[in-house]
């Protein structure tokens, strides 16, 4: 039986954890995965940022299945971030390391685009009386 990925449920816990122990949780993110969007400008040069999602540190953090999202203040200027779990490489406590470093994960494909050839999808049904 195939299973969804243990990834979101572990970065949840680990934060929930290390919040609980008055620590400051960092993700560490592949910043060059498809879908990620953070400042490009803090990324270092092996393609990775380090976040600070501390609930001091962050505004609207929201950890799903698929993803994590949040504002955060770069410089004193607001930026809205995005992170799809599998660009998620690891979680720890900046105190003291302790966390969790993940195993690379295989990127969803990309939706293909529609043939154009089939709108059936955009036409309105219609009714027809047949004698």
Request: charged letters at 20%.
């Amino acid at each position: 039986m195939t299973m969804t990925s243990r990834r979101p449920y572990m970065i949840r816990a680990f934060y929930e954890w290390i919040v609980d122990n008055n620590c400051t949780p960092y993700l560490l993110v592949n910043a060059h995965a498809s879908g990620v969007e953070v400042p490009q400008e803090h990324v270092n040069k092996d393609g990775q940022i380090i976040l600070n999602i501390a609930p001091a540190s962050v505004v609207d953090l929201d950890m799903l299945d698929d993803s994590i999202s949040f504002s955060a203040r770069f410089g004193g200027v607001p930026r809205r971030l995005f992170i799809p779990s599998y660009a998620v490489q690891g979680i720890y406590a900046r105190e003291n390391g302790q966390g969790m470093v993940f195993e690379a994960e295989a990127e969803p494909p990309q939706p293909l685009p529609p043939s154009g050839g089939d709108d059936s999808e955009s036409k309105r049904p219609s009714l027809r009386v047949v004698k």
